[in-house]
């Protein structure tokens, strides 16, 4: 049975920081791609990072350039976002997700991990 297991969401200021961790079992991690969503209230479930089984990695528009990092270790079956520079819009349920390199979407989902960033 797969899991995935998002920690590390919490209440922080404006400019904080926040590093996100996702732990997943009963699934051959490395050969994953790793995604971070979130969802706000109202509105659409969106990609916030992503990293490749290969490393490769990408970040929503709305997140570069204020050091949101995510990163992977294989040894440990657990992906990371740290979030730096946190703004009110940044609160949102954060969810990590995982796809099977070569395929088209993500098959599995954690529950979510609350992150609210007050002004």
């Known amino acids: 049975q797969v899991q995935l297991e998002e920690s590390g969401g919490g209440l922080v200021q404006a400019g904080g920081s926040l590093r996100l961790s996702c732990a997943a079992s009963?699934?051959?991690?490395?050969?994953?791609?790793m995604g971070w969503f979130r969802q706000a209230p109202g509105k659409q479930r969106e990609l916030v990072a992503a990293?490749?089984?290969?490393?490769?990695?990408?970040y929503a528009d709305s997140v570069k350039g204020r050091l949101f990092t995510i990163s992977r270790d294989n040894a440990r079956n657990t992906v990371y976002l740290q979030m730096n520079s946190l703004k009110p819009e940044d609160t949102a349920v954060y969810y990590c997700?995982?796809?099977?390199?070569?395929?088209?979407?993500?098959?599995?989902w954690g529950q979510g991990t609350q992150v609210t960033v007050s002004s």
């Open positions: 990293i490749t089984s290969s490393t490769r990695r990408y």
């Open positions: 009963g699934l051959p991690f490395s050969t994953y791609h």
């Open positions: 997700a995982a796809a099977r390199a070569g395929g088209t979407d993500y098959e599995y």
